[in-house]
DNA sequence: CTTCATGCAAAAAGTTTGCATCCTC
DNA sequence: GAGGATGCAAACTTTTTGCATGAAG
């Protein structure tokens, strides 16, 4: 799902505010990275986000999209999500519901979700243990019932060694 | 907190039959590495786990602790954890409560915490996405108030660049 | 005595860093 | 024009793999 024009101009604006603010200069290849993750609206890793913007005839260097991704995550337009394994994931964070995420462990799917009770959850963990808590991460982990899910991914990562595709991490 | 002798037999006990059930075998250095995580019920990386077996006189391989860590994951008695970090974490998970974790941004301590409210939740996202969830992962990120929490690992990892001690990364 | 497991070291995979060149401001 | 940014490659970190040696069954 693309994000709308008027919603990107807003990111691209909060973007250069960020930048100006630090002393930072706003570059091409800054606004390329951000934009790629703006108008797919994936969950991308550092490496397909590269092979993304090649694809779309940017031509930036690995190094600049982990600096990159890591401005954006600093003025909060990007999330980092370790979905299990060592290889980060990264989604566009601004003007877009607060959710948790549900991935299938066959075909590597992910869907979004929120649910009103884990504020709940939230506030009482808080209160018992003495914490002031930032944020959180939940991820539930199942097989989707899509009729196109062959278990593709997990077949390709883990060989078809088990009842279960990917290995399960928490 | 250590585990009870006997259930630390009965641990034994279960790997020695998954081991058999495979044709594997139960080598000092597969028991070594099952110890090691059960009798501290920490969760340790892999190098710590390493390091702590170095400590212990024990001298195993970093090859046999992932490959160890591997087999226990397979038989259910550890899990592994991606905290939002690169590295994984592991712990112990026979006879021990399901529980999720809370994790201090600044000290890098981590405490455990149970919800009942969290079945619910999952039960919900199951039906609404035709989803069968074999499991999830949730983890909050906080400051504690422990007096003892000194920014220590947000000091030393991030070089104390920000408000905030570790990266968060959800 | 036959595998299977270990240890070592090399390779992979993901990420970070140093530095000369380039380009915003 | 000056200082931050880029690209490249090398370094680093964590994890995996290959192979000769060693030990469990």
């Known amino acids: 799902m693309p994000v ?3 919603q990107l101009d807003e990111v691209h604006e909060l973007f250069a505010d960020f930048l100006k603010a ?6 091409s290849e800054r606004v390329a990275v951000l934009d790629a993750l703006y108008v797919s609206g994936e969950h991308l890793d550092a490496d397909a986000l590269f092979a993304r913007l090649k694809e779309d005839g940017v031509s930036v260097s690995r190094a600049t999209v982990y600096n990159t991704l890591e401005l954006l995550i600093e003025c909060d337009l990007v999330v980092k999500h370790q979905f299990g394994k060592t ?3 990264y989604e566009r964070s601004f003007a877009y519901w607060q959710h948790d995420h549900l991935l299938c462990i066959d075909c590597g799917e992910i869907f979004e979700f929120c649910d009103p009770r884990l504020q709940s959850i939230q506030d009482t963990v808080a209160e018992i243990y003495g914490f002031e808590i930032a944020q959180h ?8 019932r899509r009729e196109d899910c062959e278990r593709k991914e997990g077949m390709e990562a883990r060989g078809n060694r088990g009842k279960e595709g990917l290995r399960l991490e928490f």
Chains 1, 2 share one sequence.
């Open 87 to 89: 290889q980060a994931r």
């Open 137 to 144: 991460s939940l991820t539930m982990y199942g097989h989707c």
């Open 4 to 6: 709308p024009q008027t």
């Open 22 to 27: 630090r002393g930072q200069r706003q570059t």
